[in-house]
């Protein structure tokens, strides 16, 4: 089993930055993809970017230029700058090892004036 604990979510100014954090721990071999969804109240649950042990990266559009996902041993972030309303929601972080994903419990971002 892994287990993730995500932090760094919370209330933002539009315009402003807020950096996740997930920590993966447990019985961790070999993690080929990290990565970070969202869901927003009424929408879909969307990838927003991903990272893989290569370090090579994904993103969604509405994303692109704004957020850099980043994974240091087994622990993946997300830097979120120039912040939208539109970003508000639930980020989830996802790992993936060996077929088997694991979800963390998830973190409000509120983006709002």
């Known amino acids: 089993q892994v287990q993730l604990v995500e932090s760094g979510g919370g209330l933002v100014q539009p315009g402003g930055s807020l950096r996740l954090s997930c920590a993966a721990s447990g019985t961790i071999y070999s993690i080929h993809f990290m990565g970070w969804y969202r869901q927003a109240p009424g929408k879909e649950r969307e990838l927003v970017a991903i990272?893989?042990?290569?370090?090579n990266t994904n993103y969604v559009d509405s994303v692109k230029g704004r957020f850099t996902i980043s994974r240091d041993k087994n622990t993946v972030y997300l830097q979120m700058n120039s912040l939208k309303p539109e970003d508000t929601a639930i980020y989830l972080c996802?790992?993936?090892?060996?077929?088997?994903?694991?979800w963390g419990q998830g973190t409000q971002v509120t983006v709002s004036s």
């Open positions: 996802n790992v993936q090892q060996y077929g088997v994903t694991y």
């Open positions: 990272i893989t042990s290569n370090d």
